[in-house]
């Protein structure tokens, strides 16, 4: 019954902020014991796991990645947010929020994603 929706700017410029925001529906980003994930895959790769924000608000982020990604919350409008600063054509990619049982580095997997959007930074 959750679902999942990616929304933000399609197009991102070198060495500003991207920033995405999914929005939850059908259930609530406020339930307890769940964890709600950034999930990216660029190019012709996999998927790369990039971070999470807890029901706490702990958050949890890709060691690569730590020093300039960024996730938030806001319970009142059901809604997570990602933030990665700096940005290269190395960050183009499909972007998708996804939730979690437990932490996804532990062993917990994803049972409801977002469609994916995609993000292209170029000049």
């Known amino acids: 019954q959750v679902q999942l929706q990616e929304s933000g700017p399609g197009l991102v410029k070198p060495s500003q902020t991207l920033s995405l925001t999914c929005t939850v529906s059908?259930?609530?980003?406020?339930?307890?014991?769940?964890?709600w994930n950034w999930i990216r895959q660029p190019p012709g790769k996999g998927l790369e796991w990039m971070g999470a924000?807890?029901?706490?608000?702990?958050?949890y982020y890709r060691p690569s990645l730590k020093s300039r990604t960024s996730i938030s919350r806001d319970t009142s409008k059901n809604q997570f947010t990602l933030q990665l600063t700096s940005v290269t054509p190395e960050d183009t990619a499909v972007y998708y929020c996804?939730?979690?049982?437990?932490?996804?580095?532990?062993?917990?997997?994803?049972?409801?994603w977002g469609q994916g959007t995609q993000v292209t930074v170029s000049s």
């Open positions: 059908g259930g609530s980003a406020a339930t307890n014991y769940y964890y």
């Open positions: 924000i807890a029901y706490s608000g702990s958050t």
């Open positions: 996804a939730r979690a049982a437990g932490v996804v580095a532990a062993g917990a997997s994803y049972d409801y």
